[in-house]
């Protein structure tokens, strides 16, 4: 079992199948799909990482990603919350917490757990590992490096869902470790709140410093299980993406306002790939904006309003599905694969979480019965 990343012109990539999993199975019943899924992926993890692109015809898979062994871990969360199926957790449990393990100590790439504030450090130069990875030639178009607000965000959402897997496979020693990691990532998560009220930053401890340009990556501090955030800084980080970001069809990938904003994604493949993540809208996003602004009011319905525009633009491009990303500016045309799987499934993910309405309470204690 395989997810294609986006029709017609993408394969499988490992971030965008286990961003898609939980919509695209999940959400639609597709257990059996999900579970095959999940248990591929075991024997696939190296030092603690999941590959990103399979390039075919026999050759070696590329494990240029940060972030995808934590959705992995997140996907595993949505699954268990789902199906209470706690045999096959209890099965990737060994891999699982050798993905901490190698996170904590230092992987590829310079990923690894600064111990001063629990943060993930993530980077090297020539290397895109966030899921902003626009690369022409040997130039990275958004490197990230440092430590990224969603990267971290993962970071903590992985140790708060392995503290529950342990409470549930009865490992209390393990519990009580992921539990005091976790502790500490959230006390060191702090830092990313900027002074001024003006969201979160977008990276820490760069080469420049911190980067303060306003990106949707902090959504997921709001949109993920587990946020570290008090709900104050919560209700602001929505605010500030509200403002600056959001369009009917997902979140702006950059501030209108910054000096390097691209309004439309058009020209050469220079043109474009500058463009892809520095203000081009992507639609994936929408899904998790609109689960961030329900656990900030509570008004599931409002949450489910911004979904809307979506159920037109399924008859405009590709029809019945949901393109990848569309123009900065008005009218937002459609962009970029016409079909694209973690559209289709965070929008599907948002509808299906948002009609349940309770799903920042159904993580916090997980309970299965065997």
């Known amino acids: 079992d395989a997810i294609v990343a986006g029709y017609p012109w993408f394969g499988e990539w490992g971030r965008d199948s286990m961003i898609a999993l939980p919509g695209l199975l999940l959400a639609t019943g597709h257990y059996q799909q999900a579970r095959r899924l999940l248990l591929g992926y075991l024997p696939l993890v190296e030092r603690g990482m999941l590959p990103n692109f399979f390039p075919g015809d026999g050759e070696t898979p590329q494990y240029n990603t940060a972030d995808a062994a934590l959705w992995y871990i997140e996907a595993w969360c949505a699954y268990l919350v789902g199906i209470k199926d706690l045999p096959s957790v209890a099965e990737a449990w060994p891999v699982l917490q050798q993905i901490i393990v190698h996170y904590r100590d230092g992987t590829r790439h310079g990923i690894v757990m600064d111990v001063a504030d629990g943060l993930l450090f993530a980077g090297e130069a020539g290397i895109q590992l966030t899921w902003m990875d626009a690369k022409v030639g040997d130039t990275v178009i958004t490197p990230r490096i440092g430590k990224p607000v969603e990267i971290n965000a993962l970071w903590y959402n992985a140790l708060q869902t392995m503290t529950q897997f342990a409470h549930a496979l009865k490992d209390e020693p393990s519990a009580k470790k992921y539990s005091a990691m976790a502790a500490t990532t959230r006390a060191g998560f702090q830092r990313f709140v900027s002074p001024d009220h003006h969201g979160l930053f977008d990276v820490l401890d760069g080469p420049d410093g911190n980067d303060d340009y306003l990106r949707p990556n902090q959504i997921f501090v709001v949109s993920l299980p587990f946020s570290p955030l008090d709900s104050e800084v919560q209700q602001e980080v929505v605010a500030i993406c ?66 809307e525009a979506m159920r037109e633009h399924l008859g405009e491009a590709g029809l019945g599905t949901i393109s990848e990303i569309f123009d900065g500016d008005a009218p937002h045309t459609p962009r970029g694969a016409p079909s694209q799987a973690w559209s289709v499934a965070c929008i599907l993910e948002a509808w299906w979480k948002l009609n349940r309405k309770n799903l920042f309470s159904s993580t916090k204690n997980i309970k299965i019965t065997k």
């Open 242 to 307: 509200a403002r600056h970001l959001l369009t009917p069809f997902g979140l702006r990938s950059l501030d209108p306002a910054s000096p390097d904003y691209r309004p439309h994604y058009q020209g050469d493949v220079w043109s474009r790939d500058s463009a892809y993540h520095q203000g081009t809208v992507w639609a994936w996003l929408l899904g998790h904006y609109a689960l961030a602004e329900y656990r900030v009011s509570g008004d599931a319905a409002h949450a489910l309003s911004r979904l």
